[in-house]
């Protein structure tokens, strides 16, 4: 840990080097779990971007037949919602980028997944189905084919579907 802070540390306003009182002060910091801002401000706000995701594309075509057999395969005890996580290969489940999770979710014809909410927005698009509904906070709005949903933070809302077919 002193390593890391000699660099941010430095001279203090008056010039003298006081890199020594500082260190021994950012030693105390470990037992705490604290942490100096001034030692992370290049993590923080890196002067260029430093992502450790790698380009990858998912197929529809390939995730698609899949996410069906999970509908035919997994009933909703095992699973409220059948969702297949798209992971990014250089990171670990959940993540999809840096600040992302997304993921393709199968709709079973009229049914309704328990409400739930969750801190991050939901942003849902509908790659296809009629009938799909999400319910935010009791409020219906129907989604169909091509629609992009927002929820907005910790509101309760569910999906379902209603009729035949499925949706996605």
């Given at each position: 840990?002193?390593?890391?802070?000699?660099?941010?540390?430095?001279?203090?306003?008056?010039?003298?080097?006081?890199?020594?009182?500082?260190?021994?002060?950012?030693?105390?910091?470990?037992?705490?779990?604290?942490?100096?801002?001034?030692?992370?401000?290049?993590?923080?706000?890196?002067?260029?971007?430093n992502?450790t995701?790698?380009p990858?594309?998912?197929?529809?075509?390939?995730?698609?037949?899949?996410?069906?057999?999970?509908?035919?395969?997994?009933?909703?005890?095992?699973?409220?919602?059948?969702?297949?996580?798209?992971?990014?290969?250089?990171?670990?489940?959940?993540?999809?980028?840096?600040?992302?999770?997304?993921?393709?979710?199968?709709?079973?014809?009229?049914?309704?997944?328990?409400?739930?909410?969750?801190?991050?927005?939901?942003?849902?698009f509908?790659?296809e189905?009629?009938?799909?509904?999400?319910?935010?906070?009791?409020?219906?709005?129907?989604?169909?084919?091509?629609?992009?949903?927002?929820?907005?933070?910790?509101?309760?809302?569910?999906?379902?579907?209603?009729?035949?077919?499925?949706?996605?």
């Amino acid at each position: 840990m002193a390593t890391e802070t000699m660099t941010q540390l430095q001279l203090n306003a008056t010039g003298t080097n006081k890199s020594t009182d500082a260190e021994n002060l950012v030693n105390t910091f470990q037992s705490l779990n604290i942490k100096p801002l001034w030692t992370q401000m290049e993590k923080l706000n890196p002067p260029l971007p430093n992502p450790t995701c790698v380009p990858h594309i998912w197929r529809y075509e390939d995730i698609r037949p899949r996410l069906l057999k999970a509908g035919e395969v997994v009933n909703e005890k095992q699973a409220e919602r059948r969702v297949l996580m798209l992971i990014n290969p250089a990171r670990d489940s959940p993540y999809t980028t840096d600040t992302l999770y997304a993921g393709l979710q199968l709709v079973m014809p009229n049914q309704v997944s328990k409400a739930h909410r969750h801190t991050a927005f939901a942003m849902r698009f509908i790659i296809e189905g009629q009938g799909g509904f999400t319910a935010v906070h009791g409020r219906r709005i129907k989604m169909q084919r091509g629609d992009v949903i927002l929820t907005p933070t910790w509101n309760w809302h569910d999906h379902g579907k209603d009729g035949m077919g499925l949706a996605l």
